[in-house]
């Protein structure tokens, strides 16, 4: 079982920038896809974006595409979101995935691939 908290997220006008973290511990990490995802009142929790386990393949929904970068040190067992041009639409809770499968082949893009999530981090962006 692998533990994940998140941290970064806040209140930022529209335009800003916010860099989220998570930091996972209690299992191997650098064999493990990792992913974002974001759920705003109301909606369903939605895809956001994923890194394959090595770090060389990424992932992202359409609607951060060219805004939004995921990278990973896996060494510090940390999966960052860069987040830039952000909109008030992407106000949500932003929750830190980990990959239930060792070594997947691909970048998973489901919420059903991934089998442990963090409590998750606020973020608001103002108009």
């Known amino acids: 079982q692998v533990q994940l908290v998140e941290s970064g997220g806040g209140l930022v006008q529209a335009g800003g920038s916010l860099r989220l973290s998570c930091a996972a511990s209690?299992?191997?990490?650098?064999?493990?896809?990792m992913g974002w995802f974001r759920q705003a009142p109301g909606k369903e929790r939605e895809f956001v974006a994923a890194i394959n386990w090595s770090g060389g393949s990424t992932t992202y929904a359409d609607s951060v595409k060219g805004r939004f970068t995921i990278s990973r040190d896996n060494a510090k067992n940390t999966v960052y979101l860069q987040m830039n041009s952000l909109k008030p639409e992407d106000t949500a809770v932003y929750y830190c995935a980990a990959d239930s499968k060792r070594l997947r082949i691909g970048v998973p893009d489901s919420r059903f691939n991934f089998g442990s999530w963090g409590q998750g981090t606020q973020v608001t962006v103002s108009s």
């Open positions: 209690g299992r191997i990490f650098s064999g493990y896809a």
